[in-house]
């Protein structure tokens, strides 16, 4: 907030589970989940489902031969729903500000989306019946983070009321490329047009169901980026505080008319390497 920030973009609650390494309970949660929402009253802030797994691991998980494509995310939480709902019911009671978004993380299919809504309301139904407070219309937004995800968007924005493109996972997912080898960070690349088209892709269909798309990656606060994502369609960019002010210093210099035109340009491109010298131009601007 002291930095100017429009909101939370991005609360990793797993951080909780790590720093407790034990899962929290109910009542953990909506205390801390409470107290960011009134700290950041009235912006609105947007709490991830856990993500635990793959980098992020607690004692009490099984170790796996392939952990970023393995048990992690909604995964895990499907397999552990009685861990869910006690996270969404914490969500629930936490939102009477009204400014608390709950984002879904690892999504693969439609199918997955919807057994969470089902899961939320039944959780809504309980806590209705037992006279709790919340907010009956809290958001909930799926992280784009897969490529089957962004594949199926379309499908997915039908029943989500908003899109955060999780880039870096994207392109790692994308590009087969694991983010934390230093053996592959050649190939590794946020910018590589497969991964562009799959932004465009997810901002295209979620303008087919009105709903909006944010990026929280690095590549929000690439400084050479800022013009192409304001091009492609992204509406909110999610940052760490010491980029914001450069951030929206490039933002209000920007021409949205030209943006268009840089996007539908480097889009056209075939390879990275084509991209990132245009990108450089940009950057000198």
């Known amino acids: 907030i002291a ?13 909780l589970i790590i720093r407790l390494n034990r899962f ?5 949660q ?27 691991r607690i004692d009490s998980l099984a170790p796996e031969a392939n952990p970023a494509l393995g048990m992690r995310g909604i995964r895990l939480l ?3 729903k009685e861990l869910f709902t006690s996270q969404i019911r914490a969500v629930l009671r936490a939102s009477h500000h009204r ?4 984002m879904v993380p690892m999504v693969t299919s439609v199918s997955e989306l919807q057994k969470t809504r089902v899961l939320i ?3 809504k139904n309980a806590l209705t019946r037992e006279g709790v407070p919340f907010d009956m219309a809290t958001p909930v937004g799926v992280m784009i983070e897969t490529p089957a995800a962004a594949l199926m968007s379309r499908e997915l924005g039908s029943m989500a009321d908003f899109f955060s493109i999780g880039t870096n996972d994207l392109t790692q997912y994308a590009l087969a490329a694991d983010r934390l080898n230093a053996n592959v960070t050649n190939i590794y690349d946020a910018l590589h047009p497969a991964v562009l088209r799959l932004l465009k892709l997810t901002v295209d269909d979620a303008r087919h169901h009105g709903i909006p798309v944010g990026i929280c990656g690095e590549i929000a606060g690439h400084a050479a980026a800022t013009e192409l994502l304001i091009g492609l369609g992204i509406v909110e960019l999610s940052v760490v ?3 914001l002010l450069e951030l929206k210093k490039r933002i209000r210099k920007a021409s949205y008319a030209s943006s268009v035109l840089l996007a539908t340009e480097v889009l056209q491109y075939n390879s990275g390497s084509e991209i990132r010298k245009r990108m450089a131009i940009m950057k000198k601007r």
Do not use: Q
Not at 3 to 15: C, K, M, Q
Not at 24 to 28: I, L, N, Q, R
Not at 99 to 102: D, K
């Open 3 to 15: 930095s100017g920030a429009g909101g939370i973009g991005l609360v990793r609650t797993e951080h």
């Open 241 to 243: 505080p010491p980029l």
């Open 24 to 28: 929290p309970t109910e009542e953990e």
């Open 30 to 56: 909506f205390k801390w989940y409470s107290e960011l929402a009134e700290r950041a009253y009235p912006l609105p802030i947007t709490l991830r489902a856990f993500d635990i797994g793959s980098d992020k």
């Open 99 to 102: 400014n608390i978004r709950f």
């Open 78 to 80: 499907m397999k552990h």
């Open 121 to 123: 309301d039944k959780c």
